[in-house]
């Protein structure tokens, strides 16, 4: 199985600051990566996939780069609706491995 | 608008079934319908996928023998059930939505259920 590793695994931040999370993989995966958010009690929205592509009605505050092994999720200036918890995952075998998740916090 | 809606929270003792449904609508029943399931406190766990046109499915290796996908096609259910339940499936189950319906994009979860919780408890 591809294992994913995401850090940080918590992350301290003010509104406005720009973040960047981190997603590894145990091996390539070529640009079949998604990373989602997850409120407490919610169901995941996806962000992004194909590793940077937006999806459809997400604010363009969010980008995603990377490919092989090494992908960032980056929020270029926090908003208050932005602090929640992050995951990568990858789509390029099964099973379909998620990262561990990053807790984005208000700092 | 799309929309998948799960069957309600189900409570069972150890060494029993459980079958959660995912009903489709507003988009033609033929994308792969993906589980996903998150133990409290927990990340994310890919159970598997189905293929609601064909049958077909994938089931992660330590799901293989305990887990079953199907569908109905002519009320755009998909289900799964999970069976000789212990205490650690407890958790969260979500449905999910393949958005990609050829080879020429690329796989994402574009929809969720609203989650069902199963809880395990004798």
């Known amino acids: 199985d591809i294992q994913l590793t995401q850090s940080p695994s918590f992350l301290s931040a003010s509104v406005g600051d720009r973040v960047t999370i981190t997603c590894r993989a145990s091996?390539?995966?070529?640009?079949?990566l998604a990373w989602y958010q997850q409120k407490p009690g919610k169901a995941p929205k996806l962000l992004i996939y194909?590793?940077?592509i937006l999806q459809s009605v997400v604010p363009s505050r969010f980008s995603g780069s990377g490919s092989g092994t090494e992908f960032t999720l980056t929020i270029s200036s926090l908003q208050p609706e932005d602090f929640a918890t992050y995951y990568c995952?990858?789509?390029?075998?099964?099973?379909?491995?998620f990262g561990q998740g990053t807790k984005l916090e208000i700092k | 608008q799309v929309q998948l809606v799960q069957s309600g929270a189900e409570v069972k003792k150890p060494g029993a079934s459980v079958k959660v449904s995912c009903k489709a609508s507003?988009?033609?029943?033929?994308?792969?319908m993906h589980w996903v399931r998150q133990a409290p406190g927990q990340g994310l766990e890919w159970m598997g996928r189905?293929?609601?046109?064909?049958?077909?499915?994938n089931y992660a290796q330590r799901f293989q023998g305990r887990v079953t996908m199907t569908r109905d096609t002519s009320i755009s259910t998909t289900y799964m059930e999970l069976s000789r339940l212990r205490s650690d499936d407890t958790a969260v189950y979500y449905c999910?939505?393949?958005?990609?319906?050829?080879?020429?994009?690329?796989?994402?979860?574009?929809?969720w259920g609203q989650g069902t919780l199963v809880t395990v408890s004798s």
């Open positions: 999910a939505r393949d958005g990609c319906s050829n080879n020429r994009c690329y796989t994402n979860f574009d929809y």
């Open positions: 507003g988009y033609t029943f033929g994308y792969d």
């Open positions: 189905i293929n609601p046109n064909s049958g077909d499915t």
């Open positions: 091996q390539g995966i070529s640009s079949y």
């Open positions: 194909g590793a940077s």
């Open positions: 995952q990858q789509l390029n075998s099964y099973p379909y491995t």
